[in-house]
């Protein structure tokens, strides 16, 4: 802790362009997923630069969990608000989705180009056997904060059997966790006691910090900023999504990424792993844009870029566009499709923060919102499992068996069709990130090495 802060003196005021630095430099720092991201912003924002205090921060970060889309991007655009109104919300949320995205449009031109070569299909062997650990790690590393309580892991168990072997919406899920959530909390119940992301505990009182305890005058809520911000951002997210109906169809690629991305926008709740269990389902199973494999390499892809791990949903918008490109060039189309996917998905997150942060700034410590908080997380633990679950099914086994019986729905593995190099793979990495404890960016990049060199071989 520096002497300022021993001496708890608050520090003095950052410009928007001092700020904006701050904000690029946590861009280039956001790997491993939203838990590392919120780590990191907490350590910078929190511990290194005493822009807000603990509480605050976390009070944001619980709202953030709350709202459907990724949750250290909404949390970087609500903190940037509270510093400098709107436009500091902006670049702070801007800037933590450019740098993955410009990455993961990069290695999409790169896959579809150059996928099928040896170098490339044994770099994507390995990322998908590293994703499979990672996944599983995110299960027991949301878990251990979770479930603390016996109606916490029963919650997480119920959801697991809904989303896995009755084929229940995810969102009808999460939503049915928050309300169960929000009674207990409201009715003074102690059954989900539990705590968010990130790396939070006690530490930087709101009072020694640049924000204070107090509410900035721009924060308090007003209904001219209410319409402004309904208005403003409503017309940005649908416009584009009614031209394209308008001018293509519905039954055109462009217009199915575009609906189908606004629709997971209002309904993906839980953080980036429970929102790739809902787009598998859909776009891997309904509308066939791309493969369980291909998945797990767009997952991998994110993995090891910058940002928010959602922005893997660019890849699944641009193989979505580029395997039906219609009168453009498949790689023009990919793009396009690419970028419409990501602006449909990230323009509603500034619509849930500038429109809704006046007024959950007014609801620090409500016993509601905690209790709805916990109970989402808890029954996203069960939502995660079965997204590994999903993926090791399809990644290690090359042939499944749909089983059908009354209400119950899954896929069963063919166990002789077991892919070898890539259940080594797994098996390894997962020794990797559980025994040894490497990192995410480690194991990544080890299996990835070795994917490479058993393509080179001829092994895999």
């Known amino acids: 802790m520096s002497a300022a802060a021993a001496a708890g003196i608050r520090p003095a005021p950052v410009s928007l362009g001092e700020a904006a630095k701050v904000w690029a430099r946590i861009a280039a720092l956001s790997f491993g997923g939203p838990a590392g ?4 912003m907490h350590r910078i924002l929190v511990d290194e630069k005493r822009w807000i205090g603990e509480q605050r921060f976390l ?3 619980n709202f953030c969990m709350l709202l459907p889309g990724p949750e250290a991007q909404q949390l970087a655009t609500y903190i940037g608000w ?4 709107r436009i500091g919300g902006l670049i702070a949320g801007a800037l933590f989705i450019l740098p993955g995205a410009l990455a993961i449009m990069v290695l999409s031109w790169i896959y579809v180009l150059y996928g099928n070569t040896g170098l490339i299909a044994g770099l994507f062997l390995g990322l998908k056997a590293a994703v499979l650990a990672i996944v599983l790690q995110a299960v027991i590393r949301i878990g251990g904060r979770a479930l603390r309580t016996g109606a916490a892991k029963l919650l997480a168990g119920v959801a697991f059997v809904l989303i896995f072997f009755l084929a229940v919406p995810f969102p009808l899920i999460v939503l049915g966790a928050a309300l169960i959530g929000w009674l207990a909390g409201r009715g003074g119940s102690g059954a989900f006691k539990g705590g968010g992301h990130g790396g939070a505990g006690a530490g930087v009182a709101d009072a020694e910090t640049l924000l204070g305890e107090g509410l900035p005058d721009h924060a308090r809520p007003r209904w001219q ?18 031209a394209l109906l308008l001018l293509l169809g519905p039954d055109h690629v462009f217009s ?3 609906i189908f991305f606004a629709k997971m926008a209002m309904v993906t709740f839980g953080g980036a792993y429970a929102v790739l269990a809902y ?3 859909q776009a891997v199973e309904h509308y066939g844009w791309l493969s369980p494999p291909e998945m797990l390499d767009g997952l991998g892809m994110a993995e090891t870029t910058p940002g928010p791990l959602i922005m893997v949903l660019q890849f699944v918008g641009f193989l979505g566009a580029y395997r039906d490109p219609g009168m453009l060039s498949p790689l023009w189309a990919g793009t396009l499709g690419g970028l419409l996917a990501t602006w449909v998905t990230f323009a509603p997150c500034f619509l849930w923060i500038f429109l809704g942060a006046p007024f959950i700034e007014r609801m620090r410590g409500n016993a509601a919102l905690a209790g709805a908080l916990s109970a989402i997380t808890a029954a996203v633990v069960g939502v995660v499992l079965n997204l590994a679950l999903w ?5 290690v086994f090359r042939q499944v068996t749909p089983v059908e019986a009354g209400p119950v729905r899954f896929d069963m593995p063919v166990l002789a069709s077991i892919d070898p190099w890539t259940a080594a793979l797994t098996l390894a990495a997962i020794v990797a990130v559980f025994r040894f404890k490497l990192g ?9 090495a070795i994917g490479i060199a058993l393509r080179i071989a001829g092994l895999a």
């Open 256 to 258: 199915q990424i575009a």
């Open 37 to 40: 991201q919120i780590a990191v």
């Open 59 to 61: 009070h944001a970060l």
């Open 225 to 242: 900023g209410v319409v402004f911000d309904v208005s403003l951002w409503l017309a940005l997210w649908l416009v584009p999504i009614a």
């Open 440 to 448: 995410t960016f480690t194991v990544l990049a080890a299996a990835a």
């Open 82 to 85: 509270l510093l400098h109104k």
């Open 391 to 395: 993926f090791a099914i399809h990644a």
């Open 279 to 281: 787009v598998a389902q």
